[in-house]
Every structure is written in structure tokens, then in C-alpha cells.
């Protein structure tokens, strides 16, 4: 995926010379990052649906993770709006005010209704809409634009997990206009709003059907998806334990685009998965082991209402110590009690990058700090 720093760049979301790496430093102008995405096809384009790092950072977020501090689970600061908020209503309250000076790249402005209509899709998606986030936002009961440039979340109860939330690197702003005649629009086209413009996208080559030494007989199908980490490394270790209790099985490696279809359309009977977060925070991180009913990125196929009831109390509890407590409860019943899922062992991340390549912090997770607004050339 090919993608450049547009015109926009300064006037939309204050660019490096706003944001230098650090006060001894001076960001230069000019030069061309190429910027690596090791993913082939991703299921789509739509920021709102996918959970990949396939699906390029083209577009502005309305806060996010301290691109200076991207480790930080509680350090946020602006990109669309003009300051942080504080919240009203017992904390149920939140009013946002925007930036007059945003642009699509189409050139057209920015506004709060475009803001509030790609938060009401999040949230509350169209018929036949998949939102990947849609779980997160349990707490949200309404979003509205009382004028251009104010929108204001109401809140069904107060809750720690609302600005982290808030701040996924993939809550996209859309348009309104175009969300109003086609919610599948953004799925196959890009209209950004971020630091870069959508060039062209470019497939790289890849193994779409690779077979591995003594994995050839028949028994259990596997389907993997063909990036190196974790997925591959997972299925040697993993395929190799079954074949120590004499079960068998038969690896299926898809791209990523039709790996996801393959889950979403439950064309599968044992697969990997991920647990996708943006910013890393307790009650958000965990959302993955809920049912397919209260989280539509769990593929797992099974219902348990006791699962949901457990969340939803972490949900409401505000007390840190409380939290803890029905955390570890939660954890136990899920992981343990029932163990619908088994979680995998983790890797390290390694990210490399040139020595001239500055102004980036690498994060916690792929997702935090990669709409690369910061990043310049010391060359």
C-alpha cells in the first residue's frame, strides 16, 4: 500500500513541526517513507470492521494514545478536537470541541456531524454493518452534533473504559454524506482525513497455499493465516502437541483477506486468532473472550450469559480495587472454569527501523502511534 504525506498535513492534525520528536530536535521537510505492512489483501478498507493492521492509517481519530508516550495506558491527547474534556453528569457527560481547520482530502470540511454520524455507526451499526468495536461502546447511550463544531457523548453510566475506548487508533471519522447513501461505501474505497493521501494499493507476493513437512495427513483441518508472527510459529508448536496424543492434522494458509472471510463465515473447525486492542486497558483488553453476541470479532461460536453478566459488572465498577477483584474473577471463570478459548504462548516484537527515521516511539501493541503524523527524515 502506497500512501504520502499530503498538502493537508499541517492544517489537519499539526504534523512534526508541531510535534517534534524532542525540544533538541528539529524535524526536516521532504523525503519519502517507505512504510511496510507485512499483510497481504486486507478483508477490507473499512476501519470500522476490521481489526487488522492490514487496513491503512489514512484517516483522523477524534483523541488518541501520546504519540510521545504511546506506551501510556492514560496519557491522551487531541487530534480533532481542541482540548480534552471534562466530563459533566456525574461523569456521564462528555462534550467535544472540534478543530475548524480539518479537511477530507477531497477538500471539503470536517464537521461535527461527520464526527458524531461515524461514532453512531460504531456504535449502533447500519443493518448488515459489522463494527468491530461496537462492544466497546456499551456505555455509550447516545452522539450528537448540537452545532458544526461541538459533538457531546451521553453516557448510560460513568466508567473508566470510555476514553480508552475513545482513543482506538481505528475509530475513523467518515463522511456523513457518503455514510448516509452507502455505509458499505468505506469497505472498497478511502477518504481520509490524516496526515497521509491514499496513492494505490499494490499486492506483494505471498504462499497461499503452503504445506509443512509431516503436517500432510489427514485428520484435523487448521486453518492459519500466512503471516510469519505469530501465526505460522504458533502452528509448528501447536500441530506438533496434537501429533504427541496422535491427532492429526491438515494446515489450510490463507491470505489475510480470506482468512477473515473464512472466520466470519465460520468456514472452519479449529483456527488462531488475535486479541486486537489499540490502547492497552484492562476491561477493553479482555472484551475478546465475551460471546460472538456481545462481541462480534469472537469467532469462538458459543453463548454464556454468566460471561457477559461478569463483564458488565467490571463494566460499571469505577473502584480500582473493586476492579481488580471481579477482574480476577472474570479471569477465572473464562480461562479457566469454562475455557472456551486457549490462550497461545506470546513472542516478542521486534519492530526495525531506519537510524534516519525520527519522531516515532514504537507502542505496545501494532496499532497505537501508526498514523506516522510525527515521523520525519533526518536525511
Known sequence: MEFRKGL?????????????ASAAETPKHGGILTYMIPAESPPSLDGHRETTYATAPLYSVLIRVD??????????????????????????TYTFNLRDDVKFHDGTPLTAADVAKSWQEIVHPSPGISSARQSHFAMVDSVAAPDPHTVVFH??????????????????????????????WYETHILGSGPFEFVKYEIGQSITGERYPGYHHKGLPYLNRNVDQPYNDIATWVIDQWRKVDLHVTQKV????????????????VTVDFNYQG???????????????????????????????????????????????????????VLDTRAHEIVMPWWYRIVPYRSYVRGWKVGPSHYVNQDLATVWLDK
Open 254 to 269: 490463507l491470505p489475510t483477506g480470506p482468512f477473515f472471510a473464512a472466520l466470519r463465515n465460520n468456514a472452519f473447525d
Open 67 to 92: 504519540p510521545q508516550n504511546p506506551s501510556s495506558t492514560t496519557d491522551f491527547v487531541c487530534d480533532l478536537r481542541t482540548g480534552m474534556p471534562t466530563p459533566t453528569d456525574g461523569g456521564k
Open 155 to 184: 453516557l448510560k453510566f460513568r466508567t473508566s473504559a470510555f476514553l480508552p475506548a475513545l482513543a482506538d487508533p481505528f475509530a475513523y471519522i467518515y463522511k456523513k454524506e457518503v455514510l448516509d447513501k452507502d455505509p458499505h
Open 279 to 333: 490502547v492497552v486497558n484492562p476491561i477493553l483488553d479482555v472484551g475478546k473472550y465475551l460471546p460472538h453476541s456481545a462481541y462480534t470479532e469472537n469467532y469462538g461460536n458459543y453463548q454464556d450469559q454468566k460471561d457477559i453478566d461478569l463483564y458488565q459488572g467490571m463494566l460499571h465498577e469505577t473502584d480500582p480495587v473493586k476492579l481488580r477483584a471481579r477482574m480476577r474473577e472474570y479471569e477465572t471463570y
Open 8 to 20: 493537508w498535513a499541517a492544517a489537519l492534525i499539526g504534523a512534526a513541526s508541531v510535534m517534534p
